[in-house]
Nanobody, 124 residues
């Protein structure tokens, strides 16, 4: 079982970036998927999640209206489109998978699988 995040990089303030999370060893169609981020010295922070059916999306207040989570079950991949990026969005972004419906979607302990992160740096 593996989740591989990619697509991070350096972007200027106000710019956009799309990060991807490709799953292998299992199919994500039965899993709710989430994105979390972390910076050195800080706790991991919930960013966004999408239910296993794709019918519901959840966002942290700090990214609502700027970020969009989506999924492509045929490609076994989840995406996070990030627009209007701010310096405070700088972090390592990691994806996670939790079986079926989750109770809250924003608590890390609800997720079963985690992937390596991808660095996103927003320069001012």
């Amino acid at each position: 079982v593996q989740l591989q995040a990619s697509g991070g990089g350096l972007v200027q303030v106000g710019g956009s970036l799309r990060v991807s999370c490709a799953a292998s060893g299992f199919t994500i169609s039965s899993y709710s998927m989430g994105w979390f981020r972390q910076t050195p010295g800080k706790e991991r922070e919930f960013v966004a999640a999408i239910s296993w059916s794709g019918g519901n999306q959840y966002y942290a207040d700090s990214v609502k209206g700027r970020f969009t989570i989506s999924r492509d079950n045929a490609k076994n991949t989840v995406f996070l489109q990030m627009n209007s990026l701010k310096p405070e969005d700088t972090a390592v972004y990691s994806c996670a998978a939790g079986l079926n419906y989750l109770r809250t979607y924003y608590q890390a302990e609800e997720y079963d699988y985690w992937g390596q992160g991808t660095q996103v740096t927003v320069s001012s």
